[in-house]
């Protein structure tokens, strides 16, 4: 597609439940990162794919937060028991020309209730 | 930690003048820099960027300005407009003069421009 595509745009869930959240990147783009924004917080990283693997996944809050990318492609992050704190915008990107910054998609907005 | 800060909350300027966006980092390993732009319920979005061997990149009414040694970068806006009325991102990495890999954001600006 022309832009980085994240579904669902907004979700509500329940403490404790589990979601998942896609992100399809421009066409052709290797590198892929995952981000947040909290309420009244900037961009906080949470992981970067080149390819199908994660050179740098430092960014994750806990054991309950997981990522993969399949294809050299689509990724897929997952919160396991969600927490009220989880609550974020989360937003992905892909790049693949060096020189210029990534392109970002629209977001998923996740509230936990 | 804050490793890249942006002390303004927020800034308001008339239709025409300048604006002039500030950022302070504390890692002196960052070599890149970037800024984008971000209206309500959209993603960001790359605006202009500039690597460490320089101290100045323009592109239209946007220059973004770097003093390594001030650990200090700002964007200029000139004319400013209303349609660049969002939040602004300063973000930085150490990716060896490229944007590959994690980016460090600050905390975002809200521009206003009033006609």
């Known amino acids: 597609g022309a832009g980085v595509s994240q579904s669902p745009s907004n979700k509500v869930t329940e403490k404790g439940k589990d979601v998942e959240l896609r992100c399809d990147p421009i066409s052709g783009h290797t590198a892929l990162y995952w981000y947040r924004q909290s309420l009244g917080q900037g961009l906080e990283f949470l992981i970067y794919?080149?390819?199908?693997?994660?050179?740098?996944k430092s960014g994750l809050p806990s054991d309950r937060f997981s990522a993969e990318r399949t294809g050299g492609s689509v990724s897929t992050l997952t919160i396991q028991r969600t927490q009220q704190e989880d609550s974020a915008v989360y937003l992905c990107?892909?790049?693949?020309?060096?020189?210029?910054?990534?392109?970002f998609g629209s977001g998923t907005r996740l509230t936990v209730v | 930690d804050q490793q890249v800060k942006q002390n303004s909350p927020s800034l308001s300027v008339q239709e025409g003048r300048i604006s002039i966006l500030n950022c302070d980092y504390t890692?002196?390993?960052?070599?890149?820099f970037l800024w984008y732009k971000k209206y309500p319920a959209e993603g960001p979005t790359f605006l202009i960027s500039i690597s460490s061997i320089k101290d100045k990149n323009e592109d239209g009414r946007f220059t973004v300005f770097l003093n390594k040694s001030a650990k200090h970068l700002s964007l200029h806006i000139v004319p400013s407009q209303p349609g660049d009325s969002a939040v602004y991102f300063c973000?930085?990495?150490?990716?060896?003069?490229?944007?590959?890999?994690?980016?460090?954001f600050g905390q975002g600006t809200i521009l206003t421009v009033h006609p």
């Open positions: 973000a930085a990495n150490s990716g060896g003069g490229t944007s590959y890999g994690k980016l460090t």
């Open positions: 794919f080149q390819g199908n693997s994660a050179p740098d």
């Open positions: 890692n002196s390993m960052f070599d890149y």
């Open positions: 990107a892909s790049s693949q020309d060096a020189n210029y910054g990534y392109t």
